[in-house]
């Protein structure tokens, strides 16, 4: 295919690309700065394959990790708040020699030319030009994700993996010309790049954010500027919390994408009421984003669903026996090409050519799909199998609780009981006894935590996403 | 992939696929019955490997051309409309056996089965399945081409070209869950097909027409039953036409896509002023239908030109020495794979890597592209290139005129000369004179049509497109 930015530029060259801040390029405006960078970055990269990029969510990063994709070279992104430890490995496994930096970035890497942003717009410019095609079939990016236990995994995305994950969102949620998608999330995460991608596929324009700043997040999806945001559910709870009363959202704000986890029947009702589709999502990063999805439509009837497979996506429940749950297993064109370095693990996450995702899940009697948790995540406890997930999502029902996590910890008698980590609503809490009488009239008696604790935080990833076993990490105390 | 409909009705049971009349179906209930017929159908066509569907715009036909999609066998579309002698030719380039007709049909081919709709649905069923997947390499379809010299062509489209000229053309119009298509196009021409496609990929449902029933149409529009229509340009005049005064489209219409040539500006005014967007289109049987439109934004900014490239379509004009004009060529993942049992002539049209479309064409400063006609269609006048279409074109805006062609005739002096073929608005007329004044006022004088004739009728092919080379065997008679 013809370079995505390049084919973008000629089709729609005035329509907004990307906004930040109180700044807005057009399509052709934000090539402008990406050929100028592309000239800059052509020499000092001219014998590298693979160019690493630390930064925040900003215009300047922005910019250059389109600069990069323009030459050719495949994107290796780093998270910023890793350690110099984790990020070390991360160079060393991708054979980085250059690492593309903001200027805040404070961290060195021994034999690494080290790149910030300042450096760059110093260059001068010479003669390059950007690629003319996008290969389908080559790695565009590289994002590490780690396990539970063992060194990260470098997964290998395609531009056939991007495209397409482009291609099955749009399939399933619609678009517009003139649409606006707002990336909060990081973009190098998944969840990010792949707004970035869209942009280019769909001609459509990002709201950048380099935080997740909830008042002005309202006012533009009040103002009519936006139309789709990705968050996760306690970005969304947060939104409709901090949303002035009597007041709604425009029209225009069709979707909220919602991944890494289930969100509650009030928030759903909330969203409901302000006539916003919740479309709750599963993806990972070696599916180049989601591969499931419930529909708004869908939302209150399978309310814990992460829903049907996107369009070009199948999905498979393997299951042991007469068992109802079993592995989570995929097939689609937005699957990793690999692990970088690690083709041994790669091919042991295939079954049958089915590439299994590490969750446990299960179908309903029409196809919806609905996920327990990761199998490291399941707490067996006196022979039955526990999934955090379920019963987080049983007690985000209570208004009083702002987030709440659940983890097994070692038990004598039962092997292991799940306990649960609650952060409560400013001003409000729950006594022990309510939280336990609430279990009880929700949940099978064994999944009942056996002990309530508050926490003031969450270790979570860079994504947001929850990770339970760092919990017991946490300084907590017993809710009395 | 997974077979589109299985995975269609998977995702999306229960919302519109099809209606015809008053009869409405689910994918649900679509695919019951077309199951139906693919257990009828496995036995008669297990040895086939192609099978040729003549069927008019009806539901049986609609059904009839998924099961044979789901058996896994090439459908080999023909236009009812064509002779004995030109469906033999086809019939035997295909080697085709068995035909399934409708019963209404009353052409004999010998040596072909020929299965009428009605013994169809009196077939036993047998156990039989429909394939599993659709792999985007394989031959989905054969539609013939006819060139103004030669045998017609069987252009042959992969499951992957239908694909993404589905998914090129909704990355341009933009889509919705819920959107429905009315076809009131063959289906058995790329531009009806398409629709189907379209059907499946992005669960839309399509409103079926036997004919252009102008007024049902536009009560289905004005209802707010459909977002989008295929038409040509006539097509479009007489919806608007037929509109009554003082009404209105219902904004669910978004989109009016028109082939089959340029409309003109009253016609685009008065769509503008009811809210509806033209995108005007240009593509062929060899790329699966549009690859090239014009957003309707632009339409009256850029009257005349089809538009630019769709998102996975490359266009280059090939120009000799410093000409303006020059040969359209097209790079497209929805270009055909070959021309049945004619691999040299498929070749042939091949100019470096690019596929030569035949037509004359030219870029403006800001990359939209303007057709000035087939090559063939061509008047070399006196040694100057004379395209119809510019003086149709011109014409087009007389509102006295509802239809007008042009042809080039053999003329001593000047080699050849145009002449307009002209059908009026009921009622209306214009003279010679007047005709010849205008064309003095809009055209360089070579371009003024030497004669003025009415005809009653236009040749056209089953697709609605004018063929200017048998214009010249029309009765008519000169304008006074």
Tied chains: 1, 2.
Excluded at 426 to 440: D, E, I, K, N, Y
Aim: glycine residues 8%.
């Amino acid at each position: 295919m013809k370079n995505w930015l390049l084919q973008r530029v000629d089709l729609t060259p005035n329509r907004l690309a990307v906004r930040f801040n109180a700044q807005e390029l057009t399509f052709k405006e934000l090539n402008q700065r990406v050929q100028k960078l592309v000239r800059k970055l052509g020499a000092p990269l001219a014998a590298e394959q693979r160019v690493a990029i630390i930064t925040p969510n900003n215009l300047d990063g922005y910019l250059l990790i389109l600069a990069v994709q323009q030459l050719g070279k495949t994107i290796v992104f780093l998270n910023r708040r890793l350690s110099q430890r984790e990020l070390a490995y991360q160079l060393q496994d991708a054979a980085i020699r250059v690492l593309i930096q903001d200027d805040d970035y404070e961290l060195r890497f021994t034999g690494i030319s080290q790149l910030t942003f300042s450096a760059i717009k110093a260059l001068p410019e010479q003669a390059c030009h950007a690629v003319a095609t996008f290969d389908l079939d080559d790695v565009a990016t590289i994002m590490y994700t780690s396990g539970t236990t063992g060194n990260p995994k470098g997964v290998m995305q395609t531009f056939g993996n991007h495209f397409y994950s482009a291609i099955g969102s749009a399939l399933n949620l619609g678009m517009l010309p003139g649409d606006v998608w707002i990336a909060a999330v990081p973009l190098f995460h998944i969840s990010g790049f792949s707004i970035m991608t869209k942009s280019l596929i769909y001609g459509m324009g990002v709201s950048l954010y380099d935080h997740f700043d909830v008042d002005a997040i309202n006012t533009e999806l009040q103002n009519g500027q936006a139309s789709t945001i990705s968050v996760v559910p306690v970005m969304l709870k947060n939104m409709l919390a901090a949303l002035p009363a009597n007041t709604t959202y425009h029209p225009n704000f069709r979707t909220v994408l919602l991944g890494g986890g289930p969100t509650d029947m009030p928030t759903l009702e909330r969203a409901s009421k302000l006539g916003v589709a919740i479309v709750q999502s599963y993806g990972m990063t070696e599916t180049a984003s989601q591969v499931v999805a419930l529909a708004g439509e869908d939302a209150a009837r399978k309310l814990g669903s992460v829903g049907k497979p996107l369009f070009p996506v199948e999905i498979r429940v393997k299951t042991a026996a007469d068992a109802k749950t079993g592995r989570v297993q995929v097939k689609s064109p937005t699957l990793t090409v690999g692990y970088l370095n690690n083709e041994a693990k790669y091919q042991a996450a295939f079954d049958d050519g089915w590439f299994d995702t590490g969750d446990m899940g299960w179908f309903d009697e029409e196809g919806y799909l609905y996920i327990q948790g990761r199998e490291g995540d399941m707490i067996s406890s006196g022979g039955e199998n526990v999934f955090p997930d379920e019963i987080e999502s049983a007690y985000a029902a209570l208004p009083e609780i702002e987030t709440i996590a659940v983890a097994g910890v070692p038990d004598e008698k039962w092997g292991a009981v799940p306990v649960a980590y609650i952060k409560f609503v400013p001003g409000q809490s729950l006594t022990q006894a309510t939280l336990r009488a609430f279990g009880r009239q929700e949940l099978a008696h064994f999944k009942v935590p056996a002990k309530f604790v508050t926490v003031t935080d969450f270790p979570r990833t860079a994504s947001g996403k929850l990770q339970r076993h760092l919990l017991a990490e946490q300084s907590f105390e017993i809710i009395p």
